[in-house]
Nanobody, 119 residues
């Protein structure tokens, strides 16, 4: 059974950097050919794909967030991390990590973590 668990601060001040980690159990983040994604949902909006890091360590970002987003990994901890810079209240959302398949679907999700951007 694959499990993903997000962790990070629930409150971030405007202009600061949001950092979230996703710890994976039950599978290695280097297993071919999965990719490990960050997805968020803002209040009243749909799911927004932010970016991903694949089994080889290659990264992919949403064009709308690319300038502010960085995804990295620590294979020794089986963990991948999201950094979002220069946050504004519009970045308030529930942030999810998930395992993506080559067909574009997602088969495992974390429970999500609420992040509020407020002074």
């Amino acid at each position: 059974q694959v499990q993903l668990q997000e962790s990070g601060p629930g409150l971030v001040k405007p202009s600061q950097t949001l950092s979230l980690s996703c710890t994976v159990s039950g599978d290695s983040i280097t297993t071919k050919y999965y990719y490990w994604s960050w997805i968020r949902q803002s209040p009243g909006k749909g799911l927004e794909w932010m970016g991903a890091i694949d089994y080889s360590g290659s990264t992919y970002y949403s064009p709308s967030l690319k300038s502010r987003t960085s995804i990295s990994r620590d294979t020794s901890k089986n963990q991948f991390t999201l950094q979002l810079t220069s946050v504004t209240p519009e970045d308030t959302a529930v942030y999810y990590c998930s395992r993506g398949l080559s067909n574009g679907r997602y088969d495992y999700w974390g429970q999500g973590t609420q992040v509020a951007v407020s002074s």
